[in-house]
C-alpha cells in the first residue's frame, strides 16, 4: 500500500503500519521526503500546500493524544476548511483544542455550547458554531468571509439559479440564526462565489451603501448567460484578485474584457475591484465606488 493512499491525515507510526504499510516502505517514504513528523509519534503524509490544511494537521496531530477533546474555533475553521479571515496564515494563529476540563499548560481551554463532530481528522466543533465562533472576533467584512462560505455549503446545491434566490437565502439564514442571531448570520448570502466578494460586500455595507446582490444572473447583449459577482441597482460590481491575472495572464484579460464588453453592451455599467487594493485601503476603494455610483445614479436621475 502506497503510503500516500492515506491521504494528507496525521497519523501515528503505528497506525501507518497497521494499515498494511510494511517497514520498508515506510523508510521509503521518509527518504522521498514523503512522511513528515508533526510531533513525537505523529506523522503526516504529503503535508497540505494550503496553509488552512497545515495548521489542520497540526491540530489533527494535538488530537490524536488528546482523547475526548475537539478543535475549536481558529482549529474548528480551519478543519472544515473555512476562509481564512484574519488575512495572516494560519501558521500564526495557536491551535486551540476544548474538553471537559480545562488544563492551561497542554492549552487545552475548556469551552461549552459547542457540539464536536466527527471529521477526517478527528473531533471538530460543528462548521456553523466554528464559523461564528471566528465571525464574533473579527470585522464585518471579515466575518462574512466565513459565514457566506458555510452559508453556500447549507445551501446543498450547486444551482447558482437556486443559490441567487430569495427563498434559498431565507433558509440558509434561518439555520445560521439558530445558532446565533448576529450581523453576519442575518447578512450570510449563499450566493457569494468567493471569500473576496464577501470583504467587499462587508465594507460596502459599513460604508453606507444600499445591500449590494450576490451572484445576480445577467444576460449579454450576445444572448450569452453571465453570473455578476454583485449588484448596486444596474451597477455591476467584479472583484477580483490580481493572482488570477497573474497566472492566467493575457487569456484572462481578454475574457474578462470579452464578458464586460457584452454585459455592457446589455445596458450593465462596470466596476472593478482588486480585494488587494481593498484590504491595503479600504476608504480608498470605497471612495472610488462612490463616485461611479454618484455619477450613475445623477446620470439616471
Given at each position: 500500500m502506497d503510503p500516500k493512499a492515506l491521504g494528507p491525515y496525521p497519523f501515528t507510526r503505528a497506525q501507518i503500519l497497521a494499515a498494511g504499510i510494511p517497514p520498508w516502505r515506510w523508510r521509503e517514504a521518509v527518504k522521498a521526503d514523503r512522511l513528515h513528523r508533526l510531533r513525537r509519534g505523529v506523522y503526516v503524509l504529503q503535508p497540505g500546500a494550503d496553509d488552512r490544511i497545515r495548521h489542520a494537521q497540526r491540530a489533527a496531530a494535538e488530537l490524536v493524544t488528546r482523547r475526548g477533546h475537539f478543535a475549536v474555533a481558529d482549529s474548528a475553521a480551519a478543519f472544515h476548511g473555512l476562509p481564512n479571515p484574519w488575512f495572516a496564515p494560519w501558521d500564526s494563529r495557536p491551535v486551540q483544542v476544548a474538553g471537559p476540563r480545562s488544563r492551561r499548560e497542554r492549552g487545552i481551554a475548556r469551552s461549552t455550547g459547542l457540539v464536536p463532530v466527527q471529521t477526517p481528522w478527528g473531533?471538530?466543533?460543528?462548521?456553523?458554531?466554528?464559523?461564528?465562533?471566528v465571525a464574533a472576533a473579527v470585522p464585518l467584512p471579515n466575518a462574512l468571509m466565513v459565514m457566506d462560505h458555510v452559508a453556500r455549503s447549507l445551501a446543498a446545491t450547486n444551482d447558482r439559479f437556486e443559490l441567487a434566490s430569495q427563498r434559498c437565502r431565507v433558509r440558509v439564514q434561518a439555520t445560521l440564526r439558530e445558532c446565533a442571531d448576529t450581523p453576519a448570520t442575518q447578512l450570510a448570502d449563499p450566493a457569494a462565489e468567493s471569500p473576496a466578494e464577501s470583504f467587499c460586500r462587508g465594507h460596502m455595507l459599513l460604508a453606507g451603501f444600499p445591500e449590494p446582490s450576490c451572484g445576480v444572473p445577467r444576460r449579454g447583449a450576445s444572448g450569452s448567460q453571465y453570473f455578476v459577482d454583485l449588484m448596486l441597482g444596474e451597477l455591476a460590481i467584479e472583484v477580483d484578485g490580481l493572482v488570477k491575472y497573474r497566472q492566467d495572464g493575457m487569456e484572462a484579460v481578454v475574457?474578462?474584457?470579452?464578458r464586460e464588453d457584452d454585459l455592457r453592451a446589455a445596458g450593465v455599467a462596470f466596476h472593478?475591484?482588486?480585494?488587494?487594493?481593498?484590504?491595503?485601503?479600504?476608504?480608498?476603494?470605497?471612495?472610488?465606488l462612490r463616485r461611479t455610483w454618484s455619477g450613475r445614479t445623477h446620470k439616471l436621475g
Open positions: 473531533l471538530a466543533a460543528d462548521p456553523v458554531a466554528a464559523a461564528v465562533a475574457q474578462e474584457k470579452h472593478r475591484v482588486f480585494v488587494e487594493h481593498l484590504y491595503a485601503d479600504p476608504a480608498h476603494e470605497m471612495g472610488r
